[in-house]
Each structure stands twice: as C-alpha cells, then as structure tokens.
C-alpha cells in the first residue's frame, strides 16, 4: 500500500507539473520571459488563431528559362573558344536562342554543339544563322528545378526555426506560385518584403574605377566603357542616395555560392556589420584573389548592389566582413540572406492578405465551446454508466488534458485550429481506453472474479488491445506530420502527443486511482 501511495504522489506530482505548465500560457510573456520555471514562448498559436501576413507569391518561371538559355550561350562561346572555330555573334532573346557563325565551316561546328546539346532544338536556319528553343521536356525540368530552389531558399528564409520566422508555412500551390504564412507578431511587413526582395546573389569584383557619382564616372571615359566591365553603385539605404559609383568587371572573381557561413558582428565603433566565412575550395580563391590585389579596392556587391568596397591591405584566407551602415535588425535579415542562399528566380507578391486576430478569437471562443461540450457529455455518460470507476476516468481524463497541453507548451508547439480538433479527438480517444478497461473488469467480475482479481484481470487484458489500436493510430499521426503541412502539421503534433499521454492516463492513473481505493479493503463488489 506505500508503495502504491509513493506511486500515486510521483503521478500526482508529474499532472500537477504539467497543469503548471498549461497554466502558464495565461501568464504575460514578460513575466514568462522573466522566470527560469517557465518556457520562454510556451504555447504558440497559429496563423488561424492569431492572425498574420498570407502571401502567395508568383515564381517568374519564365526567368528560369532565360537563365538556362543564358547558360547554354556561355557554353556555346567556351566550346568555340577551345575548339578553335568562330561565333560572330550569339544572345537570348524572347526564349530563343539566335547564335551567327562567321563562314559555312564555322556554321557546321555550331550544328555539331547543337547536336550533342539535348536541351534545345533548331527552329530556323538559314545559312550561318541559327535560332534554337528549350525543348518541351527541358522546360519541365528547369521550370521544376526553379520551383524545388525557391522553395528551399524561402523556406530556409522564413519557415526555418532556427533561421527563420517560427511557425512560418512554406508550401507550392499549383504549378507557379508559393503560399507563405507567417504568424502576427513574429515579424513587420516591410521587413518581410525585404526578405522576398533580396535575392541574395553576392558577388566579389575588383574595383576598375570609382568617383562620387555615376555621371563623373563616365565623364573618365568619353570613348566609352572597357569592355566587359559594369557600372554599380552604393547608396544610402535611407534615402537611396548615391554615396560612390564603382567601375567593375562585368565577371566576378566569386560569388556567394562557397559561404559557408554567415552572422552579425561588430567592428571597433560598435557598428553593426555581417562576418561572413567561406569553405575550403571558396577560401583559397578567396586568398589568391586578394593576394594578388593587395593596395587595391574589393566590391562587395549583393543583387547589383555595393555595399562596402574595402581596400585589401593584405591576404585574406576565408573570412571577410560586409559593413553597410547596417541597423542591428538589417544586419541580421542580410546574413540570414546571405546563409539561406540567393533565389534562383524573382518572385513577386500576386495576393497579400492580413488575418486579423479577431477570426482566431472566434475560433478560439468555438473550439473550446466545443471541447467543453464534449467534455461535459463525456464526463456525464461516464459517470452514469461506470459509477465510482467513471469518476476515476474523469480524473484521468482531466490529467490528459492537462499533460497535453503542458507537453505542448514545453516544446513550444503550435496550436491551430486543426490542433484544437486534435485535442476534442484526443478526449474521445482517452475515454475509449477507459471504456475497454471497464468492459474487460465487469467480464471479469461476472465470471466472479474477486473484485481486485478483476482489476488486475481487466488492465492486463485489456493492455494489449489498447496498445495494438493507440501504435496503429500513432504510426498514421507521424505519416501525417512527416508529409503534411501547415495545418495537418498542427493536428498531427496533437493527435500524437494526445495519444500518448491517453495511454499513460489510463493504464497508468486510473490503476493508481483503484489502487486507493478499493486497494488492499475487502470489498464484496465494485462501483462499476
């Protein structure tokens, strides 16, 4: 019997615990933030219950077709270059790509390239001249590559836990288009649109020329720009301002594709800045880039934007730092930018909606309406039907609650509203446990089984038909939440953690409950 009494004070301890934290949700973050008892965030609601930003985003598909034929371009005037034959001219325009070779000689290397490129096909040739298009089953495959690459730049970016937003959703919708969710209060929406505008793509370039502005800089040069070199310049983010305009070359010398890493520093003022550091291949082109150009200036350009250019004053290996007038918070958006990688095609918000909190107070106010409903029927059929024993499932149940939504706000789940119908299935779930344990005791006790041989009968018997049906249920809830997402994420997390903690509140608490009562007392029948 004190054993049985230690058991039920450490069960009694472990409901009263979780009860605390399931309380604590209605605790001021400050004061929750304050304490070293509780959580930091405890129990988030989703975007349904507290409102926030809803995008869908256009992924300009079309740019990723560009791109390719870009890249076939490049690699028709590298093939021309080694192989020693002449390309008058070669661009992309419209999706086609028109390519003039400089006699019939030259014209036929062109068509031996084009052969053995199986991406594209020749839709008209006259003499020297070529025009060449993506095949149907290469478009598929860059447009599916697009759409895999921004989807896991933005879901790096916003729906990453560590990085990102929490509780953030990334997810395809149709063939072209995003749907980002973003709960109220994780974020503003300029600085979320400052997210999706950057693109990210971070180049390295030695500085030709600089001047204070675009005009003075061309002034330098009255016959024109050096060939393959660009114009960029830096501006004062506040006012856009043009603070010095750069002359670079058109090639970088490397590009943000070897960062292996990205945070937010500070230099000797105390200024914001972004230290960044490269993997071993990035770092030794890095170290010859800058050995080689010591005295000289080094452009730090993102999305053809300056944004420091520093005299190199001597080699640098694999670590480097962009300063750019940053705020703490800038600062820290670019090297989640930076880390995340750059998105391979632009996209542009085609529906933007705010969900305000109102709806999720509704929802709220309806879903625990419903749970109360559910509960109070459930607890008066119980009680009715099994007695004394219903009372014992009422207060298991009521401890599942509780270890539920403690659980919850330890991990600092998420609660939708998908997840609140999780919880009202959980309390059907629980009780059915019950049900089968108190069907397997009177089966026990009209065989006349003494009455605590009739407990121990039914719990054990009835273990394993509540095992085999809470695993099966269990194993469909992760599939759920492996391959869901957004809201089938939330209703899995809870389904889950509720069939867990309905197992343990009826094999275990209830048993601890008959424990005390009958317990060793000789008792001729049960209430049940």
């Known amino acids: 019997m004190n054993a049985n009494r230690w058991q039920l004070g450490g069960a009694a ?16 973050k400050e004061t929750r933030m304050a304490s070293p008892l509780l959580p930091d965030q405890g129990l988030r609601l989703g975007l349904d219950l507290q409102g926030g930003i809803h995008w869908v985003l256009g992924v300009k598909l079309a740019e990723a077709e560009k791109q390719e034929l870009e890249f076939l371009r490049e690699n028709l005037l590298s093939v021309a270059k080694d192989d020693n034959f002449h390309v008058e001219s070669a661009k992309v325009e419209n999706g086609v790509l028109s390519v003039a070779a400089v006699d019939a000689a030259d014209a036929e290397k062109v068509r031996s390239w084009a052969s053995r490129t199986n991406s594209i096909t020749a839709t008209s040739e006259e003499g020297t001249r070529f025009e060449y298009q993506l095949t149907s089953a290469s478009i598929k495959g860059v447009r599916k590559r697009g759409m895999d690459q921004v989807l896991e730049v933005l879901r790096n970016r916003i729906a990453d836990p560590v990085k990102g937003i929490p509780d953030s959703v990334v997810t395809r919708q ?39 502005t675009e005009e003075l800089l061309r002034a330098r040069h009255p016959d024109g720009l050096p ?12 006012t856009d301002r043009v603070l010095s305009a750069y002359l670079l070359d058109k090639k970088p010398a490397l590009t943000g594709d070897r960062l292996r890493d990205a945070r937010v520093g500070f230099d000797r003022q105390n200024r914001p800045i972004v230290e960044f550091a490269f993997d071993e291949e990035g770092g030794r082109i890095f170290g010859e880039l800058t050995g080689s150009h010591i005295g000289e200036r080094l452009a730090i350009v993102l999305d053809n934007r300056v944004y420091s250019a520093p005299n190199i004053k001597s080699r640098i290996q694999s670590r480097g730092e962009i300063e750019g007038r940053f705020t703490p918070q800038e600062a820290a958006d670019l090297a989640v930018v930076l880390r995340s990688g750059s998105l391979p095609i632009p996209v542009e918000i085609e529906e933007e909606r705010t969900v305000g909190p109102e709806l999720g107070a509704d929802s709220i106010r309806s879903g625990v309406n419903a749970s109360l409903l559910g509960f109070t029927l459930i607890v008066a059929f119980t009680i009715f039907y099994y007695r004394l024993s219903g009372v014992y499932a009422t207060l298991a149940l009521i401890a599942n609650m509780f270890l539920l939504l403690g659980l919850m706000s330890l991990f600092e789940a998420t609660l939708t509203l998908p997840g609140i119908a999780g919880i ?41 038909t509540i095992m085999d049906s809470n695993i099966t249920t269990l194993i469909t809830a992760l599939v759920l939440y492996e391959y869901g997402t957004g809201p089938i ?14 197992v343990f509140a009826a094999m275990v608490l209830t048993r601890l409950l008959y424990a005390i009562y009958p317990g060793d007392r000789p008792v001729e029948k049960l209430s049940i």
């Open 174 to 212: 149709g063939e072209d288009r995003v749907l980002v969710q973003i709960p109220g209060g994780q974020i503003d929406r300029a600085r979320a649109r400052e997210l999706l505008r950057v693109t990210g793509f971070l180049e390295f370039k030695i500085v030709q020329d600089a001047a204070p």
């Open 13 to 28: 301890a472990l409901v009263l615990f979780f009860a605390y934290l399931s309380l604590a949700n209605l605790v001021p």
């Open 424 to 464: 009202v299935l959980t309390l059907g779930m629980a009780i059915d446990a019950n049900v089968l344990i108190f069907e397997r005791i009177r089966e026990e006790l009209r065989a006349q089984k003494a009455p605590r041989g009739a407990i121990r009968a039914g719990f054990d018997k009835a273990f394993r």
């Open 489 to 502: 994420k939330g209703f899995a997390v809870t389904f889950s953690l509720g069939i867990v903690t309905s």
């Open 227 to 238: 060939p393959d070199t660009v114009i960029a310049t830096e501006r004062e983010k506040q």
